[in-house]
Structure formats: structure tokens, C-alpha cells
């Protein structure tokens, strides 16, 4: 008889909110910061090193994987509630009516499905709260870069993914690095302190 009980597609479905289960975010090294580009109107810049070697964008992936296995870890938590409660729903089945069992089992079915919309829920809001704080670290470290264009005198910076050529020395991501650690270190203090562990847990007791 096909039981309405999917724990075990529930918790697949936990897992694969959002891609968090497979999402690892590892920040990269620091490297030294070389020496400020000669006079040059144009300068170019590597966005993603700035943001992933940076104390600030270190500091907000920092947040955002705990944020991420924080979850991972409560998935877990509910993904064996649910088949424990599966089990003894399936040991009652010869000693209840079929009535009562099909009740219980569409009971279970729908409180299942409002774990997994809770849980991806949370998932979603973890990857909005990191995509806030990447504008938030752009408009953050804008003066920084305005300052560092001045004391070269540019006038513009172009992102390095858009550059096919140039020559040695106008590439200033390192030094806009160091520029950024002295002058912001780890950065302001996140908008969104709540995280997954500070949120309500999803309700699995029967």
C-alpha cells in the first residue's frame, strides 16, 4: 500500500534547498599587497579577489558558512525525527483501522511538506542575507577606491574580467586589499544578526 509518508524525500528535498548542502565557500589566501600603480587614467581591478581576500569579505563569508552549516546541521536534526516518526507510523499500521491510518498518514504527509517550505525558507534567506552583504561591501569600500584613484591619479576602474590586455602595474587589487583591511579590518557589523541556529526550529515531535 503506498503509504502518503516520504520522510526520506523530505529530507532529500532538505538538502537540496538552495544547494546548500553542497555549497562550501572557502575564502582565498591573502597575498602581498605590491606597490600603488604608477599615473595611469585607467586601473584595473579583480572584484572577486578584493571581495574573497579581503578581512571584510572574509568576515561576511565567515558569517555566511556558519550560517549555511548551522543549517545543514538542523536538516540533519529533523531528517532523523522524521523517520523515526515514519517507523512507528508504519509499526501501527496492522493495529489501527484503515481509516484512522490514512488519517494520520496525510497528517504526516502535510506536516512534512510545511517542514521542507520551512526549511527552504531558511535557505533562501541565507543566500539573500549574502547577497545583501556583497552590495553593502561595494558601497562600503567605494570611498576606499576613490581615495586609491586620486593618489594615482585615475579616473577610471574597469573590472578585470573585462580587460584583454594591459600593461604591468595598473592592476591595483592588491593594493586595494591592503588598503581596505587597514582602513575597514573585518568590516561594520552585519544588518541581519539572526541566523538559522537563532531562528524557530521546524516542529517534528508527532
Same mark, same amino acid.
Not at 98 to 115: N, P, R, V, Y
Given at each position: 500500500?503506498?503509504?502518503?509518508?516520504?520522510? !526520506?524525500?523530505?529530507? +532529500?528535498?532538505?538538502?537540496?534547498?538552495?544547494?546548500?548542502? !553542497?555549497?562550501?565557500? #572557502?575564502?582565498?589566501?591573502? $597575498?602581498?599587497?605590491?606597490? +600603488? @600603480?604608477? &599615473?595611469?587614467?585607467?586601473?584595473?581591478?579583480?572584484?572577486?579577489?578584493? *571581495?574573497?581576500?579581503?578581512?571584510?569579505?572574509?568576515?561576511?563569508? &565567515?558569517?555566511?558558512? /556558519?550560517? =549555511?552549516?548551522?543549517? /545543514?546541521?538542523?536538516?540533519?536534526?529533523?531528517? #532523523?525525527?522524521?523517520?523515526?516518526?515514519?517507523?512507528?507510523?508504519?509499526?501501527?499500521?496492522?493495529? +489501527?483501522? &484503515?481509516?484512522?491510518?490514512?488519517?494520520?498518514?496525510? %497528517?504526516?504527509?502535510?506536516?512534512?511538506?510545511?517542514?521542507?517550505?520551512? /526549511? $527552504?525558507?531558511?535557505?533562501?534567506? =541565507?543566500?539573500?542575507?549574502? %547577497?545583501?552583504? /556583497?552590495?553593502? *561591501?561595494?558601497?562600503?569600500?567605494?570611498?576606499?577606491?576613490?581615495?586609491?584613484?586620486?593618489?594615482?591619479?585615475?579616473?577610471?576602474?574597469?573590472?578585470?574580467?573585462?580587460?584583454?590586455?594591459?600593461?604591468?602595474?595598473? %592592476?591595483?587589487?592588491?593594493?586595494? =586589499? !591592503?588598503? +581596505? %583591511?587597514?582602513?575597514?579590518?573585518?568590516?561594520? &557589523?552585519?544588518?541581519?544578526? @539572526? $541566523?538559522?541556529?537563532?531562528?524557530?526550529?521546524?516542529?517534528? @515531535?508527532?
Amino acid at each position: 500500500m503506498a503509504l502518503a509518508v516520504r520522510a !526520506a524525500a523530505v529530507v +532529500l528535498a532538505l538538502c537540496g534547498a538552495g544547494s546548500l548542502c !553542497a555549497q562550501e565557500v #572557502t575564502p582565498q589566501p591573502a $597575498t602581498p599587497a605590491p606597490a +600603488l @600603480a604608477p &599615473a595611469s587614467a585607467v586601473l584595473v581591478l579583480d572584484q572577486d579577489r578584493l *571581495f574573497g581576500e579581503s578581512r571584510f569579505g572574509k568576515a561576511v563569508l &565567515a558569517r555566511h558558512q /556558519q550560517a =549555511i552549516e548551522a543549517l /545543514q546541521t538542523e536538516n540533519r536534526r529533523i531528517e #532523523t525525527a522524521l523517520e523515526a516518526e515514519e517507523r512507528d507510523l508504519t509499526e501501527r499500521r496492522s493495529k +489501527l483501522p &484503515a481509516k484512522e491510518f490514512q488519517t494520520l498518514a496525510a %497528517d504526516f504527509d502535510a506536516k512534512a511538506e510545511g517542514i521542507r517550505k520551512a /526549511q $527552504t525558507a531558511k535557505s533562501d534567506d =541565507i543566500k539573500a542575507r549574502l %547577497d545583501a552583504e /556583497q552590495r553593502r *561591501f561595494v558601497q562600503t569600500v567605494r570611498p576606499v577606491l576613490n581615495d586609491l584613484m586620486r593618489e594615482v591619479g585615475a579616473l577610471v576602474i574597469i573590472d578585470s574580467r573585462a580587460v584583454i590586455y594591459s600593461q604591468t602595474g595598473v %592592476d591595483v587589487t592588491g593594493s586595494a =586589499i !591592503a588598503r +581596505l %583591511d587597514a582602513v575597514l579590518g573585518d568590516g561594520p &557589523a552585519p544588518t541581519e544578526a @539572526a $541566523t538559522p541556529s537563532d531562528s524557530q526550529p521546524a516542529e517534528t @515531535a508527532p
